[in-house]
Protein backbone atom coordinates (compact mmCIF):
# COMPACT_ATOMS: atom_id res chain seq x y z
CA UNK A 1 0.00 0.00 0.00
CA UNK A 2 1.96 3.46 -1.56
CA UNK A 3 -1.06 5.17 -3.28
CA UNK A 4 -4.41 5.65 -1.71
CA UNK A 5 -7.34 7.25 -3.35
CA UNK A 6 -9.40 8.12 -1.17
CA UNK A 7 -12.99 9.03 -2.27
CA UNK A 8 -15.22 11.79 -0.33
CA UNK A 9 -12.18 13.49 1.14
CA UNK A 10 -13.20 16.60 1.54
CA UNK A 11 -16.06 15.66 3.67
CA UNK A 12 -16.47 15.40 7.40
CA UNK A 13 -14.91 11.73 7.64
CA UNK A 14 -12.92 11.45 4.99
CA UNK A 15 -11.02 14.74 5.71
CA UNK A 16 -10.16 13.67 9.06
CA UNK A 17 -9.03 10.41 7.66
CA UNK A 18 -6.65 12.04 5.14
CA UNK A 19 -4.87 14.26 8.06
CA UNK A 20 -4.27 11.15 10.27
CA UNK A 21 -2.93 8.74 7.23
CA UNK A 22 -0.46 11.49 6.39
CA UNK A 23 0.80 12.71 10.00
CA UNK A 24 0.73 8.41 10.72
CA UNK A 25 2.28 6.94 7.29
CA UNK A 26 5.37 8.96 6.31
CA UNK A 27 5.68 7.12 2.98
CA UNK A 28 1.89 6.96 2.25
CA UNK A 29 0.75 9.18 -0.68
CA UNK A 30 -2.94 10.49 -0.36
CA UNK A 31 -5.22 11.37 -3.28
CA UNK A 32 -8.79 12.74 -2.36
CA UNK A 33 -11.08 12.27 -5.15
CA UNK A 34 -14.12 14.25 -4.56
CA UNK A 35 -16.83 15.96 -6.72
CA UNK A 36 -17.45 19.12 -3.93
CA UNK A 37 -21.09 18.74 -3.05
CA UNK A 38 -22.12 20.98 -0.62
CA UNK A 39 -21.01 18.55 2.27
CA UNK A 40 -17.29 18.65 0.90
CA UNK A 41 -15.11 21.55 1.11
CA UNK A 42 -11.84 22.42 0.25
CA UNK A 43 -11.23 24.35 3.84
CA UNK A 44 -11.66 20.96 5.81
CA UNK A 45 -8.01 19.90 3.47
CA UNK A 46 -6.27 23.15 4.17
CA UNK A 47 -3.83 21.23 6.35
CA UNK A 48 -2.74 18.88 3.86
CA UNK A 49 -2.79 21.19 0.67
CA UNK A 50 0.87 21.81 1.06
CA UNK A 51 1.76 18.50 1.57
CA UNK A 52 4.08 16.86 -0.75
CA UNK A 53 2.51 13.64 -0.56
CA UNK A 54 -1.22 14.88 -1.28
CA UNK A 55 -3.17 16.17 -4.21
CA UNK A 56 -6.99 16.69 -5.34
CA UNK A 57 -8.56 16.29 -7.81
CA UNK A 58 -12.09 17.25 -8.77
CA UNK A 59 -14.65 14.51 -9.92
CA UNK A 60 -17.89 12.73 -9.53
CA UNK A 61 -17.35 8.72 -8.39
CA UNK A 62 -20.28 7.88 -11.01
CA UNK A 63 -17.89 8.80 -13.72
CA UNK A 64 -16.12 6.29 -15.12
CA UNK A 65 -13.05 7.81 -17.42
CA UNK A 66 -13.01 10.39 -14.52
CA UNK A 67 -12.01 7.70 -11.95
CA UNK A 68 -9.55 5.45 -13.95
CA UNK A 69 -8.07 8.60 -15.20
CA UNK A 70 -7.21 9.48 -11.78
CA UNK A 71 -6.62 6.15 -10.63
CA UNK A 72 -3.75 5.42 -13.68
CA UNK A 73 -2.13 8.80 -13.60
CA UNK A 74 -1.60 8.58 -9.59
CA UNK A 75 -0.54 4.92 -9.83
CA UNK A 76 -3.47 3.77 -7.22
CA UNK A 77 -3.16 0.67 -5.71
CA UNK A 78 -6.08 1.09 -2.61
CA UNK A 79 -8.88 2.85 -3.07
CA UNK A 80 -10.97 3.74 0.02
CA UNK A 81 -14.89 4.95 -0.55
CA UNK A 82 -15.98 7.35 1.88
CA UNK A 83 -17.58 9.31 -0.98
CA UNK A 84 -21.94 9.56 -0.99
CA UNK A 85 -24.99 11.28 -0.14
CA UNK A 86 -24.68 10.86 3.62
CA UNK A 87 -27.89 12.70 5.25
CA UNK A 88 -30.71 10.24 6.02
CA UNK A 89 -33.49 13.28 5.98
CA UNK A 90 -32.41 14.64 2.49
CA UNK A 91 -32.30 11.08 1.20
CA UNK A 92 -36.13 11.31 2.16
CA UNK A 93 -36.10 14.54 0.57
CA UNK A 94 -34.19 13.84 -2.05
CA UNK A 95 -34.12 9.73 -2.90
CA UNK A 96 -32.79 9.98 -6.21
CA UNK A 97 -29.16 11.20 -5.32
CA UNK A 98 -28.28 8.83 -3.10
CA UNK A 99 -29.24 5.75 -5.35
CA UNK A 100 -26.45 7.57 -8.49
CA UNK A 101 -23.95 8.11 -5.63
CA UNK A 102 -23.89 5.56 -3.20
CA UNK A 103 -24.64 2.93 -5.46
CA UNK A 104 -24.03 3.88 -8.75
CA UNK A 105 -20.90 5.46 -8.12
CA UNK A 106 -19.70 2.56 -5.92
CA UNK A 107 -20.16 0.40 -9.06
CA UNK A 108 -18.11 2.45 -10.86
CA UNK A 109 -15.47 2.72 -8.64
CA UNK A 110 -15.53 -1.07 -8.16
CA UNK A 111 -15.25 -1.16 -12.10
CA UNK A 112 -12.24 0.90 -11.92
CA UNK A 113 -10.55 -1.14 -9.52
CA UNK A 114 -10.87 -4.39 -11.23
CA UNK A 115 -9.70 -3.57 -14.44
CA UNK A 116 -6.40 -1.92 -12.50
CA UNK A 117 -6.27 -4.68 -9.88
CA UNK A 118 -6.14 -2.37 -6.97
CA UNK A 119 -4.16 -4.42 -3.49
CA UNK A 120 -7.34 -2.71 -2.12
CA UNK A 121 -11.20 -1.82 -2.33
CA UNK A 122 -12.15 -0.68 1.28
CA UNK A 123 -16.10 0.38 1.39
CA UNK A 124 -17.15 3.05 4.25
CA UNK A 125 -20.64 1.43 5.63
CA UNK A 126 -22.80 2.53 8.48
CA UNK A 127 -24.42 0.43 10.80
CA UNK A 128 -27.48 2.06 9.39
CA UNK A 129 -27.64 -1.07 6.87
CA UNK A 130 -28.98 -3.82 9.94
CA UNK A 131 -31.80 -0.93 10.76
CA UNK A 132 -33.47 -0.97 13.69
CA UNK A 133 -32.34 -2.78 16.53
CA UNK A 134 -34.32 -3.32 19.74
CA UNK A 135 -33.22 -3.96 23.27
CA UNK A 136 -30.84 -6.06 24.42
CA UNK A 137 -30.06 -6.79 20.75
CA UNK A 138 -26.20 -5.99 19.09
CA UNK A 139 -25.72 -5.96 15.42
CA UNK A 140 -23.20 -8.34 14.53
CA UNK A 141 -21.53 -8.78 10.61
CA UNK A 142 -23.29 -11.48 10.06
CA UNK A 143 -26.25 -10.58 10.50
CA UNK A 144 -29.42 -9.82 8.35
CA UNK A 145 -28.98 -6.19 6.31
CA UNK A 146 -32.64 -4.55 7.14
CA UNK A 147 -32.12 -1.32 5.59
CA UNK A 148 -35.32 1.31 6.19
CA UNK A 149 -34.47 4.56 4.79
CA UNK A 150 -33.38 5.22 1.32
CA UNK A 151 -29.81 6.54 2.52
CA UNK A 152 -29.53 3.03 4.21
CA UNK A 153 -30.54 1.28 1.68
CA UNK A 154 -28.46 2.71 -0.79
CA UNK A 155 -25.55 2.26 1.55
CA UNK A 156 -26.41 -1.48 2.07
CA UNK A 157 -26.89 -1.92 -1.96
CA UNK A 158 -23.45 -0.73 -2.21
CA UNK A 159 -22.00 -3.36 -0.14
CA UNK A 160 -23.57 -6.25 -1.77
CA UNK A 161 -21.72 -4.60 -4.81
CA UNK A 162 -18.61 -4.49 -3.25
CA UNK A 163 -18.99 -8.31 -1.94
CA UNK A 164 -20.22 -9.27 -5.34
CA UNK A 165 -16.92 -8.26 -6.67
CA UNK A 166 -15.20 -9.97 -3.72
CA UNK A 167 -17.14 -13.36 -4.81
CA UNK A 168 -17.14 -12.97 -8.55
CA UNK A 169 -14.33 -11.44 -9.57
CA UNK A 170 -11.53 -11.80 -6.52
CA UNK A 171 -11.37 -8.35 -6.06
CA UNK A 172 -9.76 -7.75 -2.56
CA UNK A 173 -11.99 -6.05 -0.95
CA UNK A 174 -12.98 -4.97 3.13
CA UNK A 175 -15.62 -3.60 4.37
CA UNK A 176 -16.42 -1.14 8.03
CA UNK A 177 -19.70 -0.88 9.51
CA UNK A 178 -19.20 2.99 11.50
CA UNK A 179 -21.84 4.54 13.93
CA UNK A 180 -22.42 8.17 14.28
CA UNK A 181 -19.62 9.97 13.89
CA UNK A 182 -18.69 13.62 15.87
CA UNK A 183 -16.16 15.57 15.66
CA UNK A 184 -14.58 18.65 13.65
CA UNK A 185 -15.97 19.37 9.80
CA UNK A 186 -19.11 17.51 10.32
CA UNK A 187 -21.33 19.61 8.51
CA UNK A 188 -24.08 21.60 10.63
CA UNK A 189 -27.28 19.61 9.15
CA UNK A 190 -26.46 16.28 11.47
CA UNK A 191 -27.65 16.59 15.00
CA UNK A 192 -24.55 16.95 17.03
CA UNK A 193 -22.69 19.83 14.81
CA UNK A 194 -26.56 20.97 14.20
CA UNK A 195 -27.21 21.36 17.77
CA UNK A 196 -24.14 22.83 19.04
CA UNK A 197 -24.31 25.72 16.53
CA UNK A 198 -27.80 26.64 17.18
CA UNK A 199 -27.14 26.37 20.62
CA UNK A 200 -23.98 28.54 20.27
CA UNK A 201 -26.43 31.47 18.90
CA UNK A 202 -29.53 30.57 20.94
CA UNK A 203 -31.44 28.72 18.19
CA UNK A 204 -34.28 26.05 18.70
CA UNK A 205 -32.55 22.36 19.03
CA UNK A 206 -35.11 20.56 17.06
CA UNK A 207 -35.75 16.94 18.18
CA UNK A 208 -37.35 14.84 16.36
CA UNK A 209 -40.27 13.10 18.22
CA UNK A 210 -39.75 12.04 21.82
CA UNK A 211 -35.54 12.20 21.49
CA UNK A 212 -36.09 9.13 22.77
CA UNK A 213 -34.06 7.18 20.05
CA UNK A 214 -30.54 6.49 20.86
CA UNK A 215 -27.43 6.47 18.56
CA UNK A 216 -23.94 5.24 19.65
CA UNK A 217 -21.62 8.39 18.91
CA UNK A 218 -18.01 7.51 18.59
CA UNK A 219 -15.75 10.44 18.14
CA UNK A 220 -14.40 10.35 14.38
CA UNK A 221 -10.62 9.79 14.81
CA UNK A 222 -11.69 6.35 16.75
CA UNK A 223 -13.35 5.61 13.59
CA UNK A 224 -10.33 6.29 11.29
CA UNK A 225 -8.42 4.40 13.50
CA UNK A 226 -10.45 1.39 13.19
CA UNK A 227 -10.23 2.08 9.04
CA UNK A 228 -6.67 1.99 9.50
CA UNK A 229 -6.27 -1.20 11.04
CA UNK A 230 -8.64 -2.82 9.09
CA UNK A 231 -6.81 -1.77 5.77
CA UNK A 232 -3.71 -3.15 7.19
CA UNK A 233 -4.76 -6.41 9.46
CA UNK A 234 -8.40 -6.94 8.23
CA UNK A 235 -8.96 -9.89 6.36
CA UNK A 236 -9.99 -9.72 2.95
CA UNK A 237 -13.92 -10.17 1.82
CA UNK A 238 -14.52 -9.73 6.09
CA UNK A 239 -16.89 -6.71 7.33
CA UNK A 240 -16.07 -4.87 10.73
CA UNK A 241 -18.42 -2.74 12.95
CA UNK A 242 -16.35 0.02 14.22
CA UNK A 243 -18.27 1.96 17.33
CA UNK A 244 -18.03 3.00 20.92
CA UNK A 245 -21.10 0.18 22.01
CA UNK A 246 -22.30 2.91 24.04
CA UNK A 247 -25.58 4.17 23.23
CA UNK A 248 -27.01 7.69 23.83
CA UNK A 249 -30.74 9.14 23.68
CA UNK A 250 -31.14 11.84 21.81
CA UNK A 251 -32.66 14.14 24.01
CA UNK A 252 -29.72 13.52 26.61
CA UNK A 253 -27.38 14.09 23.50
CA UNK A 254 -29.20 17.58 23.50
CA UNK A 255 -29.10 18.66 27.06
CA UNK A 256 -24.54 17.78 27.50
CA UNK A 257 -24.22 20.32 24.18
CA UNK A 258 -26.59 23.02 26.49
CA UNK A 259 -24.69 22.20 29.93
CA UNK A 260 -21.36 22.37 28.12
CA UNK A 261 -22.43 25.67 26.36
CA UNK A 262 -24.30 26.94 29.66
CA UNK A 263 -26.99 27.25 28.04
CA UNK A 264 -30.59 27.00 29.66
CA UNK A 265 -32.67 23.68 28.14
CA UNK A 266 -35.54 25.12 26.99
CA UNK A 267 -33.73 25.52 23.98
CA UNK A 268 -34.94 22.08 23.23
CA UNK A 269 -38.12 22.20 20.80
CA UNK A 270 -39.98 18.97 19.96
CA UNK A 271 -40.79 18.81 16.65
CA UNK A 272 -42.40 16.26 14.10
CA UNK A 273 -40.54 12.92 13.92
CA UNK A 274 -38.60 11.65 11.16
CA UNK A 275 -40.21 9.66 8.55
CA UNK A 276 -39.28 5.83 9.18
CA UNK A 277 -37.13 6.82 11.96
CA UNK A 278 -34.64 4.22 13.13
CA UNK A 279 -35.20 4.09 17.16
CA UNK A 280 -32.50 2.43 17.95
CA UNK A 281 -28.85 0.87 16.29
CA UNK A 282 -26.34 -1.23 18.59
CA UNK A 283 -23.05 -2.76 17.44
CA UNK A 284 -20.94 -5.48 18.55
CA UNK A 285 -17.34 -4.42 17.99
CA UNK A 286 -15.59 -7.33 19.23
CA UNK A 287 -14.24 -8.67 16.00
CA UNK A 288 -12.35 -5.36 15.32
CA UNK A 289 -11.32 -5.40 19.17
CA UNK A 290 -9.75 -8.68 17.92
CA UNK A 291 -7.83 -6.79 15.43
CA UNK A 292 -6.47 -4.51 18.37
CA UNK A 293 -8.72 -1.70 17.67
CA UNK A 294 -10.84 -0.23 21.14
CA UNK A 295 -12.19 3.29 21.02
CA UNK A 296 -10.18 5.73 22.49
CA UNK A 297 -12.82 8.92 23.77
CA UNK A 298 -16.13 8.29 25.99
CA UNK A 299 -18.78 10.07 24.60
CA UNK A 300 -18.54 12.65 27.06
CA UNK A 301 -14.59 13.27 25.91
CA UNK A 302 -15.73 13.33 22.26
CA UNK A 303 -18.99 15.71 22.65
CA UNK A 304 -16.76 17.91 24.81
CA UNK A 305 -14.18 18.16 22.44
CA UNK A 306 -16.57 18.60 19.53
CA UNK A 307 -18.43 21.43 21.08
CA UNK A 308 -15.55 23.23 21.95
CA UNK A 309 -13.95 22.96 18.18
CA UNK A 310 -17.35 24.20 17.34
CA UNK A 311 -16.89 27.54 19.70
CA UNK A 312 -13.34 27.92 18.25
CA UNK A 313 -14.42 27.47 14.70
CA UNK A 314 -17.15 30.00 13.73
CA UNK A 315 -14.87 30.70 11.07
CA UNK A 316 -15.95 27.31 9.14
CA UNK A 317 -19.41 26.81 10.36
CA UNK A 318 -20.73 30.36 9.82
CA UNK A 319 -20.36 31.22 5.81
CA UNK A 320 -21.84 27.67 5.61
CA UNK A 321 -24.92 28.31 7.86
CA UNK A 322 -26.34 30.92 4.76
CA UNK A 323 -27.43 30.59 1.56
CA UNK A 324 -28.20 27.08 0.28
CA UNK A 325 -28.04 26.08 4.15
CA UNK A 326 -30.89 28.36 5.06
CA UNK A 327 -33.09 27.10 1.66
CA UNK A 328 -32.66 23.43 3.20
CA UNK A 329 -33.15 24.45 7.07
CA UNK A 330 -36.50 26.33 5.52
CA UNK A 331 -37.87 23.25 3.91
CA UNK A 332 -36.54 20.42 6.38
CA UNK A 333 -38.33 22.53 10.00
CA UNK A 334 -40.61 24.73 8.77
CA UNK A 335 -43.34 22.41 8.83
CA UNK A 336 -41.90 20.27 11.37
CA UNK A 337 -41.81 23.19 13.96
CA UNK A 338 -45.60 23.75 13.31
CA UNK A 339 -46.92 20.16 13.51
CA UNK A 340 -48.37 19.03 16.67
CA UNK A 341 -45.90 19.16 19.65
CA UNK A 342 -45.47 14.97 20.46
CA UNK A 343 -46.14 13.37 24.03
CA UNK A 344 -42.59 13.67 25.85
P1 LIG B 1 -20.03 14.03 4.23
O1 LIG B 1 -21.41 14.25 3.73
O2 LIG B 1 -19.45 14.97 5.23
O3 LIG B 1 -19.01 14.02 2.98
C1 LIG B 1 -19.27 13.31 1.82
C2 LIG B 1 -18.18 13.69 0.81
O4 LIG B 1 -18.41 12.95 -0.40
C3 LIG B 1 -18.18 15.18 0.44
O5 LIG B 1 -16.86 15.67 0.40
C4 LIG B 1 -18.80 15.20 -0.95
O6 LIG B 1 -18.36 16.28 -1.75
C5 LIG B 1 -18.33 13.86 -1.49
N1 LIG B 1 -19.19 13.35 -2.58
C6 LIG B 1 -20.55 13.23 -2.57
N2 LIG B 1 -20.98 12.74 -3.75
C7 LIG B 1 -19.86 12.52 -4.50
C8 LIG B 1 -19.66 12.00 -5.79
N3 LIG B 1 -20.69 11.63 -6.57
N4 LIG B 1 -18.40 11.92 -6.25
C9 LIG B 1 -17.33 12.31 -5.50
N5 LIG B 1 -17.48 12.82 -4.26
C10 LIG B 1 -18.73 12.91 -3.77
O7 LIG B 1 -19.99 12.53 4.74
P2 LIG B 1 -19.32 11.86 6.03
O8 LIG B 1 -20.19 12.05 7.19
O9 LIG B 1 -17.91 12.25 6.09
O10 LIG B 1 -19.42 10.32 5.61
C11 LIG B 1 -18.38 9.71 4.87
C12 LIG B 1 -18.71 8.25 4.67
O11 LIG B 1 -18.87 7.61 5.92
C13 LIG B 1 -20.01 8.00 3.90
O12 LIG B 1 -19.81 6.92 3.03
C14 LIG B 1 -21.01 7.67 4.99
O13 LIG B 1 -22.02 6.84 4.49
C15 LIG B 1 -20.14 6.96 5.98
N6 LIG B 1 -20.55 7.00 7.38
C16 LIG B 1 -20.82 8.21 7.98
C17 LIG B 1 -21.14 8.23 9.33
C18 LIG B 1 -21.37 9.55 10.05
O14 LIG B 1 -21.73 9.54 11.23
N7 LIG B 1 -21.17 10.69 9.42
C19 LIG B 1 -21.22 7.04 10.07
C20 LIG B 1 -20.94 5.83 9.41
C21 LIG B 1 -20.60 5.82 8.07
P1 LIG C 1 -28.27 12.44 12.27
O1 LIG C 1 -27.13 13.26 12.78
O2 LIG C 1 -29.03 12.92 11.10
O3 LIG C 1 -27.67 10.99 12.03
P2 LIG C 1 -28.45 9.59 11.67
O4 LIG C 1 -29.89 9.85 11.49
O5 LIG C 1 -27.80 9.19 10.40
O6 LIG C 1 -28.16 8.70 12.82
O7 LIG C 1 -29.30 12.22 13.45
C1 LIG C 1 -28.89 11.67 14.68
C2 LIG C 1 -30.12 11.47 15.53
O8 LIG C 1 -30.69 12.74 15.86
C3 LIG C 1 -31.21 10.70 14.82
O9 LIG C 1 -31.89 9.86 15.76
C4 LIG C 1 -32.15 11.79 14.31
C5 LIG C 1 -32.02 12.86 15.37
N1 LIG C 1 -32.18 14.26 14.89
C6 LIG C 1 -33.02 15.13 15.56
O10 LIG C 1 -33.67 14.75 16.57
N2 LIG C 1 -33.15 16.41 15.10
C7 LIG C 1 -32.47 16.84 14.01
O11 LIG C 1 -32.64 18.02 13.63
C8 LIG C 1 -31.59 15.93 13.33
C9 LIG C 1 -30.82 16.36 12.11
C10 LIG C 1 -31.48 14.65 13.80
Given at each position: MRNLLI??????????FVHYMLERYEHYRIVVFDKLTYAGRMENLAQALANPRFAFVHGDICDLDAVREAVRAHAIDTIVNFAAETHVDRSIMTPDAVVRTNVNGTWALLEVAR???????????????????????????????????????????????????????????????????????????????????????????????????????????????????????GALGECYNVGTEV?????????????LLGKPHSLIQHVADRAGHDRRYALDCSKLRALGWHSRHSFDEALERTVRWYVEHQEWWRPIKSGEYLEYYRRQYAERAQADPPAR
Open positions: TGGAGFIGSNEVGVERFHQISTDEVYGFIPEPQRSREGDPLEPRSPYSASKAGAEHLVYAYFITYGLPVTITRGANNIGPFHYPEKAVPLFTTNAIDDLPLPIYGDGRQVRDYQYVLDHCEGIDIVLHRETPNIEMARKILD
